[in-house]
């Protein structure tokens, strides 16, 4: 079993930034990867980034270059840095681990907000 949990959210004007953070314990030795998916309201959970455990990193095409993810392997954390922030960020963040064995991302944090508004 591995536990996520999401801090960082909140509310922030368009053009700001906000840092998530998603914290790790249990069997974190299974971790192939941790990840960001965001939910809005009346809309699909959407892919935003993940962060592998060989260091390599994939961010969705759309928030390149606003956006950054990054991972502590030995504190168990991935981290999501968001810049330039839009009305159209504002979701729910759900942080998600893809453990050895698994076919998809199998674990999954309660979510953080994340309102960007003016």
């Known amino acids: 079993q591995v536990q996520l949990v999401e801090s960082g959210g909140g509310v922030v004007q368009p053009g700001g930034s906000l840092r998530l953070s998603c914290a790790a314990s249990g069997r974190t030795f299974d971790m192939y990867a941790m990840a960001w998916f965001r939910q809005a309201p009346g809309k699909e959970r959407e892919f935003v980034g993940t962060s592998r455990r060989d260091g390599t990193t994939t961010l969705a095409d759309a928030l390149e270059g606003r956006f950054t993810i990054s991972r502590d392997l030995a504190k168990d954390t991935v981290t999501l840095q968001m810049n330039s922030l839009k009305p159209e960020d504002t979701a729910t963040y759900y942080c998600?681990?893809?453990?050895?064995?698994?076919?998809?991302?199998?674990?999954w944090g309660p979510g953080t907000q994340v309102t960007v508004s003016s």
């Open positions: 998600a681990a893809f453990t050895c064995g698994a076919a998809t991302y199998n674990y």
